[in-house]
Every structure is written in C-alpha cells, then in structure tokens.
C-alpha cells in the first residue's frame, strides 16, 4: 500500500494502482452494484484528455513534454490498455467528477513514469482548462457518436442488405395476408420482406439525424457554463484537434449553458434507438408467428435449425435468435425511459444523471448492435419460404373474395364468404352455390397475381 493526500487528508492506495485519492475514495463510498463506468466512455474520455492536452499546449498553458507525457497514457488506453484501472462504479456522483479525476489521476501517474520526473498534476495540468462538468457531457456525446458509427450502423446496413436480398429470393411468391392476426387479402412474401427492410432503413436514418446534436459539445464550458479558467477559443480548437484525430465533425454547442444542463441530444438518440428496438420487434415477432408450426402453426417460413430447442421434446426448432432481439427491445424501452426521466433532471446550471445517461446509452448501442448482427447471421440469412404452405393457405383464404367487390358487390361477396365459412366449403363452390357466378367467371376474376397491385 502506498499514502495518497488531499485536501480531505490522507488514504491508502494498493500498490499497482495507478489512481490517487479521489478515485480511492470513490471506489469506497459507492460500493453500488456491479456497473462499471463503461469501456466506450473510458476511450472517449482518452480522446478528450488527448485533444485537450494538445489545445493547452497550443494555447500556452501546458509544455511540449506535459503534452507528450499525457498523449504517451490516452494513447495506451485507446489501445486497451490498462482497462482495469478505471474501476469506478456508475452509482457515484451525478456530474461523474470522479471518473473525470479517475482519468486525470491514471494520466497524471503514468505520464509522469514515462517523463521520469514530476511533470503532471491531475488538477493543474491534465485538467486544465476543463471542469468535470463540461468534460463528462463532452465524453458522453463522442461515446454515442463513436459507438453509432463504429457499431450500430454497420450492423444495421448488413441487416438491411440482408432482408434485400431475401426480397430477390422471394420474388414471385405471393401468401396471403393477414390484418388484425386474420385473414385478409394477398401480397408478394417480396412486399413483406421489403416492409422489413423499409423498417431498418427508416431506423437507419434516424439514428444519423441525432449526430449533428451529439456532436455538439460541451467543453469550454467548464463549471457552469461560463468559460471560467479556460482559454478564449478553446472549444473551438479543442474540436478542430478531435475532429482530425477522429475524422468527425466534433463542433462546440453554441450555448453552454444548455449544454452542461440539457440533455436533449441523449433524449432524441435514445428515442430513435428505442423505435429501432421497436421495428426489431415487429419483424422478429413476424418472423416467430409466420415461421411457427412446423405443423400446427402458420408455417409459412423456415427458421434456421441453430441449437436443439428443447430438453425433453426431440426435434423441436425454437425462434431463440427472435427471442433474444425481442428481449433487447424490451431492454433498450426501459433504457429509454430512465434516460428522458435522467434528462428531465437538469437542476439549474447541471444535470447530475450523466453516468446513468451514459450507462443506458452505451448498453442499448450495443445490445441493439450485437443483436442485429446475431439476428442477422443466424436468423435471416437461412430464412426459407415453405411453398406448400403458402400456396395451401392462399387457395384456401375466404379474402379472395374481395376481388369481386366491383363485380358483385360488397354484400353478396360478404354472403359468399359467410357461407364458405358457415358450411365449410370453397369460395368458388359458395359462390355457384348461391348462382352469383359460373365456374369459369369466378375463375376469370379470382386470381391471386391480379390482387397484388392495383387495378390497371
């Protein structure tokens, strides 16, 4: 063990710890659940720390060697370093001061080490120029823009280019639909894949429409929005240095105030993750219903075999992989919902939810991310469509008669449909039965390929 000193005294650090005290201190008074701060916001918070000691140096306030010394550790934890020494809990303080220092403390240690010699201090030097107030806000947006990017919307784009691909192998088929879980009229399996599709599109672009506000940053704002102990124009270049280091478009919001206080940007991107969860479920519980069976369900799809889907009944195929991205849905709602509650919170000059904002945020990018590309991969690339089920269910649907609303009228094709049903018979034989039509009329009329568009 070794002494650490502040203002508060002294307090024992584990040797191998490269933290001071405030961290030490942390790590005891928030022995909270088993939420770490997590690794995404640790590596943008390596980028900020990066960028600033660059901006500082630009700007006077730091040497050449304190700068080398700082980029020398983010440069180490952006390689994926030294994860094990930001241990910090997300249940601590709502501003996040203390993985603010937790970083300036590991950089202040470490760069010191490599300079040989007494350069940094993790208030005067790493920090400077910064507030944890305007720091943690700026690292929470470049985690969100980074985890999008790198993440969400490649798997996002495999999945759509999945499902168009399924569109072409489809193409041709046309099944019955099915409005209020009953029976309606016809469409091509294609049309339905490509609603899919539309879904993940949809989402897609969504989610690219909360960048411009997450790119947006808080720093330069320091303690409550003012600039005080920061340099003019250090935002500014502070974003222009990220933005070369990341090839993003990092810019400084152009009010302060509402940057440290609101939480807007994290809002509308958890809203648009939350409606992507939202298509996510409606496609797996589509896939689930038109693939359950495989004899006694509607059966109109084949899901991949992945894993045996059950302990006592051989043979058994479950929709695990629906399971799974219905489950995340499920998650990533609830996520959301804390979030706006989180946001809501901005007292004055600061919200003090942002590790809670950071934590639902990271966790929904990424499960929605892990889970698209799982859903993917397993699910939709192996997904069949089984003809004679299909075409079984299409010849036998009482909503071919719809085709004859301008031929015979709405009531008479309710009739004909209502005695088919009644008595269980054909349309076809309803309709002679009550003389609306010949056999060869009904034929000429009723046919599926002419009631997958509109009339020409």
Known sequence: MRIEEDVLGTIEVADGCYWKSQTQRSLENFPIGKEKMPEPLIRAFALLKLSCARANLRSGIITSFQEAAIAHVCRRILDGELRDQFPLSVWQTGSGTQTNMNLNEVITTLGNQFAGTDILHPNDVVNASQSSNDTFPSALH?????????????????????????????????????????????????GEVSGWRSMIEHSQHQVLDTLPYLQELAIGATAVGSGINSPEGFDALFCRI????TGIDFRPDPNKYHALTSKDACVFLSGALKGLAANLMK?????????????????????PANEPGSSIMPGKVNPTQCEAVTMVALQVMGNDASVGMAASQGNFELNVFMPLIAENLCQSIRLLAD??????????????????????????????????????????????????HEQGITLKEAILSLGYLSGEEFDEYVQPEKMVHPLS
Request: proline residues 4%.
């Open 371 to 420: 889970a698209s590309d799982s859903f993917t991969r397993r699910c939709l690339s192996g997904l069949e469509a089984n003809r004679p089920v299909i075409e079984s269910n299409l010849e036998n649907s009482l909503m071919l008669v719809t085709c004859l609303n301008p031929v015979i009228g709405y009531k008479k094709a309710a009739r004909a449909a209502r005695t088919a």
């Open 283 to 303: 496609i797996a519980n589509d896939i689930r219903w038109l693939a359950s069976g495989p004899r006694c369900g509607i059966g109109e799809l084949i899901i």
């Open 242 to 245: 990220l933005s070369q280091e």
């Open 142 to 190: 470049i985690m969100a823009v980074m985890e999008i990017k790198d993440r969400l919307l490649p798997a996002l784009e495999t999945m759509a280019e999945c499902l168009r691909t399924l569109e072409s192998r489809f193409a041709g088929i046309i099944k019955i639909g099915r409005t209020h879980l009953q029976d309606a009229t016809p469409l091509y399996l294609s």
